[in-house]
């Protein structure tokens, strides 16, 4: 449900790219990337070669300069279409931490953080938000700020930082933690702090990794902050602003979901296609049964209209003058509206898929249990399906927990 000018051909030509990368490095290798953290580095480590990384960064610092959300999109719905966690780590690294930086231009972040990720080698950013405590809280936006537990001190030149966050992408391997802190409660948006932190920092430790359901090629663990000291500069952009870049970021982060599941139901929906194509059951393909033919039928539906919403919701990203700036109630509830409508049919496809494949649904060898399992992962995260429909009303009505 795209109409055919929504890309450029030099993005066409990424997605052909991405495409054949896709089928060479990582399909054959699915199952194996589960249990090998070696061979998702391997891979990472090619997106580095290919120049994946550093896209989008500025060129002062090595980087192709700024790119769009939807090539961003082509890259992470291709390789979500291989493997979810590699889509989940790629759109971390390619500037959901940094591009709140690079919108507010300062100046002390990007000198420090930005570099190695236009260097040849593969580096790693962590979004630190969900607080170990009532994580959903953190993420939301009713309770304007008065949810988030991790409290930033100032102290002199420095921000003295305490509290512990669970379950962050990359915690433990990043170089760099944005992480959400409050300078106190009763400030309410006020108070929300986003502060960079140094991934060596005196006082930074974190948990082991966590074994889960699904997601198992990207790396998550608790992070604990014990008095960590960063200098002042590292807070991005000040009361007030920075609640407004923590809206910008969720907006984001909740379209990114969105790619990724669209790119797990669009391997889905190849994988049963072609099997019910060639099983055969009353002496004809199990596809030619009209009960069957329904449910794929309900599944493109479901494939199409995220696939539209997702690179609608681009473009509107991409046209601010148009839709206006991405914190506002109005763009928070339309990312809101894409990742709930795509992560409940990424699971309502994944799962009816296991179904049409019978007992072979269930078999690692036929791949659909490993997208059925990243899937259920796109309903959970982000403050899960009740947080992301309270940012929904938001956006229609005043509604706030007074
Ligand atoms: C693979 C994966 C990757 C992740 N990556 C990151 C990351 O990069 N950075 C990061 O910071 N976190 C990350 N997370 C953590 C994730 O965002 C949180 O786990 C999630 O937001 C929910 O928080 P919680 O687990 O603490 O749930 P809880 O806060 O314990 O909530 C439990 C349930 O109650 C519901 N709920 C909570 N409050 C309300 C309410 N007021 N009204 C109605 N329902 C409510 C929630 O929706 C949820 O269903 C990741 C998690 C996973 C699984």
């Not at 194996?32 to 090619?46: G, W």
């Not at 060898?365 to 796109?378: F, G, N, Q, V």
Request: proline share 5%; charged share 20%; aromatic share 10%.
């Amino acid at each position: 449900m795209l109409r055919k000018d929504t890309f450029t051909e030099e993005q066409n030509a990424i997605r052909d790219m991405l495409r054949k990368f896709v089928d060479k490095e990582i399909m054959p290798v699915r199952l194996e990337l589960e249990s090998d953290p070696k061979l998702v580095e391997s891979i990472h480590q090619k997106l580095v070669d290919l120049g994946i990384q550093r896209a989008g960064y500025p060129s002062e610092y090595g980087g192709t300069g700024p790119g769009s959300p939807t090539t961003l999109g082509i890259v992470c719905e291709e390789l979500a279409r291989g493997d979810a966690g590699i889509s989940l780590s790629c759109g971390i690294n390619a500037g959901f931490v940094l591009q709140a930086a690079m919108v507010a231009q300062n100046k002390a972040i990007l000198d420090k953080f930005i570099p190695p990720f236009c260097g040849d080698k593969i580096n790693y950013a962590c979004l630190s938000m969900t607080d170990s405590t009532g994580g959903a809280d953190t993420e939301n936006p009713l309770l304007q700020g008065r949810g988030i537990k991790t409290r930033a001190i100032l102290d002199g030149d420095e921000w003295v930082i305490n509290g512990s966050k669970s379950w962050p992408t990359h915690a433990g391997i990043a170089s760099v933690y944005l992480t959400v802190c409050s300078t106190g409660y009763e400030q309410g948006e006020e108070g929300v702090a986003l502060i960079f932190v140094p991934g060596n920092s005196p006082g930074l430790s974190f948990g082991q990794p966590e074994k889960k359901l699904g997601f198992r090629t990207s790396v998550n663990a608790s992070i604990f902050y014990d008095n960590v000291r960063v200098p002042k500069e590292y807070r991005l952009a000040g009361p007030g602003a920075d609640a407004q870049f923590y809206y910008a970021t969720m907006a984001g982060t909740q379209w990114h979901s969105s790619v990724i599941s669209l790119g797990i139901m669009r391997s889905v929906f190849e994988i049963i296609l072609d099997y019910t194509k060639g099983r055969e059951s009353g002496g004809k393909p199990v596809r030619e049964w009209s009960l069957v033919a329904g449910i794929l039928a309900d599944m493109a539906i479901r494939l199409e209209m995220t696939r539209g919403a997702v690179f609608s919701y681009a473009y509107m990203m991409e046209h601010p003058e148009i839709y206006g700036p991405p914190f506002t109630k109005d763009m928070v509830a339309k990312a809101s509206i894409v990742r709930s409508y795509a992560s409940d049919s990424c699971v309502w496809v994944a799962n009816k898929a296991v179904e049409l494949m019978g007992s072979n649904g269930l078999s690692p060898e036929y791949h659909l249990e490993k997208y059925l399992r990243d899937s259920k992962i796109t309903q959970i995260w982000l403050g899960g399906q009740q947080i992301c429909k309270y940012r929904i009303a938001n956006g229609y009505y005043d509604y706030y927990v007074r």
